[in-house]
T-cell receptor, first 112, second 117 residues
Framework: ETGVTQSPTHLIKTRGQQVTLRCSSQ?????VSWYQQALGQGPQFIFQ???????GRGNFPPRFSGLQFPNYSSELNVNALELDDSALYLC???????????FGEGSRLTVL | GENVEQHPSTLSVQEGDSAVIKCTYS??????FPWYKQELGKGPQLIID?????GEKKDQRIAVTLNKTAKHFSLHITETQPEDSAVYFC????????????????FGQGTILTVHP
């Protein structure tokens, strides 16, 4: 059974740039959720994708967007990067109704 | 929306002692309460969870209790070991839309647990 994998693991961007983060869900899982974890904080829900559509969104602006593909993998896109976007971005997969979320190791984004 | 408060923010114990971390939540509709362990440089790992139709759940040295009336839940770790040292997060979610809402967790701020040998 393959776990949740994310890429890249680390990246550095400058303010105003755009970034794309990728996630492959765990085998058998059809739902992907994205979280932002600032240093020393708990993860904050960004949005969830189910059946290739956004299924719920947290308190994040429209410059945070995503996609889910037919194989259930997902992308998180952030436009017009700001310094406060520096964080660990976590992807988690689950099977609808199963409850348990399984997290990847995250992508550490630094915005300079 | 849901708000989850977690205490304490740091907890230091001696090996073999017990550790207790407490969380409160605000939304009475929440019915799923997982606990995650996060080690340095890694993603959160689910260690135990409880649903609202159960008051207590145990898994070896780990137990979780839930008081829905008071809207609080706790993690209990007995016989702590140095490898239990990590950041622990509580979380809550509810059945708002067709069963997929379990992915929309609201997390507490975390507890840094240090177990001294």
């Amino acid at each position: 059974e393959t776990g949740v994998t994310q890429s890249p693991t680390h990246l550095i961007k400058t303010r105003g740039q755009q970034v794309t983060l990728r996630c492959s869900s765990q085998s058998g899982h059809n739902t992907v959720s994205w979280y932002q974890q600032a240093l020393g904080q708990g993860p904050q829900f960004i949005f969830q994708y189910y059946r290739e559509e956004e299924n719920g969104r947290g308190n994040f602006p429209p410059r945070f967007s995503g996609l889910q593909f037919p194989n259930y993998s997902s992308e998180l896109n952030v436009n017009a990067l700001e310094l406060d976007d520096s964080a660990l971005y976590l992807c988690a997969s689950s099977y609808q109704g199963a409850g348990e979320l399984f997290f990847g190791e995250g992508s550490r984004l630094t915005v300079l | 929306g849901e708000n989850v408060e977690q205490h304490p923010s740091t907890l230091s114990v001696q090996e073999g002692d017990s550790a207790v971390i407490k969380c409160t939540y605000s939304d009475s509709a929440s019915n799923y309460f997982p606990w995650y362990k996060q080690e340095l440089g890694k993603g959160p790992q689910l260690i135990i969870d409880i649903r609202s139709n159960v008051g207590e759940k145990k898994d070896q040295r780990i137990a979780v209790t839930l008081n829905k009336t008071a809207k609080h839940f706790s993690l209990h770790i007995t016989e702590t070991q140095p490898e239990d040292s990590a950041v622990y997060f509580c979380a809550a979610s509810g059945p708002r839309d067709g069963g997929t809402s379990y992915g929309k967790l609201t997390f507490g701020q975390g507890t840094i647990l240090t177990v001294h040998p």
